[in-house]
């Protein structure tokens, strides 16, 4: 057809004219620097790294590099706002800010879908229709409590505990910030949180969201950089508490950083999930599930159902519908409203992505993937799944972090429970059946914070999430999310 732009990439049935999102009201400055004290201040290094669209590998800004001494300033602003205007507030005051935060996010929906697509990979259809909306879900739900504490502690007398220091993963990026954010302001905490390397731009929107809220300076601090920024705001001695998001590794250096303080923590790390299909299970929607648990958001998501448990009695059904339905995503330009998944967040992580299907593969597992072709730039892994694994397999051990999922049979529930829950994670899982009792049953027996039935992947504010084992400590969300932010 003449004129007929050609979508980025596209595979599937359906030959679809491309639908991008628009990017004309999107602003992105050229160069961005640290939230301190209400204020965007120059790095006191000078330094600055890119942030790129991992889509196509192109600069989208240059963004600070906090040192030790700009995490100092963050902390003593912090400190400053907490002693000060924030602790001088009454609660219900302080609410009424939160509120002016969640409707500010709400009105700039469209602007935060697109920058977070842009900087971090995900389809606009993930970040349009779940990260923006359940930012804003976060500082509505948490703005409530704000000035109601002594009735959801009743007795007990809560009282903040200080200044919270913040580390968040690049998955999640805005929505992850408002994970932290919102209940530590709601307990009447004052905060500096350092986003991820490669996806620091939805989070210094924010910061100018919380600028235009009028938030008394240093009552929120937003310091961009690497690993270092984030190690210097773990060990700065004036912060009361750590909240982390993040790898399992990383999680473990810190709490060896922090052992011996006085500092509280909350840690929310890496899982493998189990996602189980029994042969009474509604088949297609089961399938359904699980694609969006391991597919959608390009396998980025902690609580992704990596590892699959089929009954052996549907084994081949299964595994037709599940490779019919991969054969039907689309994979490219994650602006295209059609888009089902996007580009992987970084060089460093599809090499990582890539580690593992050499590793599935020489394991003598056998792997299969979307047909479809690559972007020639920007970082991008098909769909993939393994059959022909086994508890030991690599894949069947080690967080991906991808696109990838290894399938296992079982015959019985007690197998399955065996299997489910050998892992040193536990921080989700899913089960599919078409029985309740089977659900109670399976529930109280698996080792993951939060278990799905009959649906993935579905959050909400008012409901905790965590890990157990190597996935963490501590809860988010919830009544359960205000407690790591008070004493009591
Ligand atoms: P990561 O490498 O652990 O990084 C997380 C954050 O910590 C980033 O901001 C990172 O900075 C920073 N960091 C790195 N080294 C540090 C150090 N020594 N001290 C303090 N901070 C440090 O994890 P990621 O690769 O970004 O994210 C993926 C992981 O997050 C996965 O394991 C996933 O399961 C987990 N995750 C868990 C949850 C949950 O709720 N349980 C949710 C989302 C993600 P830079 O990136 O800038 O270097
Ligand atoms: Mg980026």
């Known amino acids: 057809m003449k004129n007929k732009i050609k979508p980025l990439a596209f595979s599937g049935k359906w030959d679809l004219d491309p639908a991008p999102e628009s990017t004309d009201h999107i602003s992105i400055k050229d160069q961005y620097g640290l939230f301190i004290n209400g204020k965007f201040k120059n790095p006191s290094s000078g330094n600055y790294f890119p ?25 003593s602003a912090a400190r400053k706002a907490y002693n000060g205007a924030w602790s001088k507030m009454t609660a219900k005051e302080r609410g009424k800010y939160i509120y002016r935060i969640a409707r500010l996010i709400q009105e700039k929906s469209r602007e935060l879908a697109v920058v977070e697509s842009l900087d971090g990979g995900k389809p606009i259809r993930e970040s349009r ?30 009282e903040s505990v200080g200044v919270a220091g913040q580390v968040i993963p690049w998955n999640f990026p805005l929505m992850m910030a408002a994970w932290k954010i919102a209940p530590a302001l709601a307990t009447g905490n004052t905060v500096v949180l350092k986003p991820a390397e490669t996806t620091s731009l939805t989070a210094i929107k924010l910061a100018e969201i919380i600028q235009e809220a009028d938030l008394p300076a240093g009552v929120v601090n937003i310091i961009t950089g ?49 996602n189980i299909i029994f ?22 998501v902690c609580c992704a159902g990596s590892r699959l448990f089929v009954q052996e009695s549907v084994y081949e059904l299964v595994l037709r519908k599940l490779k019919d339905r991969i054969q039907s995503l689309i994979l490219g330009n994650p602006l295209d409203k059609n888009t089902d998944i996007g580009a992987i967040n970084s060089k460093e992580q599809l090499a990582t992505i890539n580690k593992y299907l050499k590793i599935g593969q020489k394991e003598g597992a056998e792997m299969f993937q979307l047909d479809c072709s690559i972007p020639k730039k920007g970082f991008w892994c098909a769909p993939t799944l393994f059959t022909n694994v086994s508890q030991s397999h690599v894949i069947a051990k080690e967080e991906i972090f991808g696109p990838v999922l290894a399938i296992q049979t079982f015959r019985t529930i007690d197998e399955v429970i065996t299997k489910a829950n050998n892992t040193p994670f536990g921080l989700s899982a899913g089960v599919w059946t078409d029985k309740g009792s089977k659900i109670f049953n399976l529930t109280s027996q698996m080792r993951a914070g939060v278990v799905w039935a ?23 969300g919830g009544l359960h999310g205000l407690t790591p932010y008070l004493n009591f």
């Open 454 to 476: 009959n649906t993935y992947n579905k959050f909400d504010p008012t409901s905790p999430f965590g890990g157990y084992k190597e996935s963490g400590h501590g809860r988010e």
């Open 279 to 300: 042969e009474d299970a509604p088949l297609d929607q089961a399938v359904e599930g699980v694609i969006n648990g391991i597919y959608f958001n390009q396998g980025h």
């Open 129 to 158: 229709d779940v990260d923006v909306p359940i930012t804003a879900a976060h500082f509505f739900y948490y703005a409530g409590w704000t000035d109601k504490l002594k009735y959801a502690f009743p007795n007990r007398n809560p």
């Open 51 to 75: 942030s790129i669209n991992p889509a196509t590998e192109e600069k989208l800004s240059m963004i600070a590099e906090a040192n030790d001494k700009d995490v100092n300033d963050a902390v």
């Open 226 to 274: 690497a690993g270092a920024t984030g190690a210097g705001i773990v060990n700065h001695p004036d912060i009361d508490k750590i909240a982390f998001t993040g790898s399992t590794g990383v999680g473990k250096i810190i709490m060896k950083a922090i052992a011996g303080t006085n500092k509280k923590s909350t840690m929310e790390l890496g899982g493998k999930a189990a």
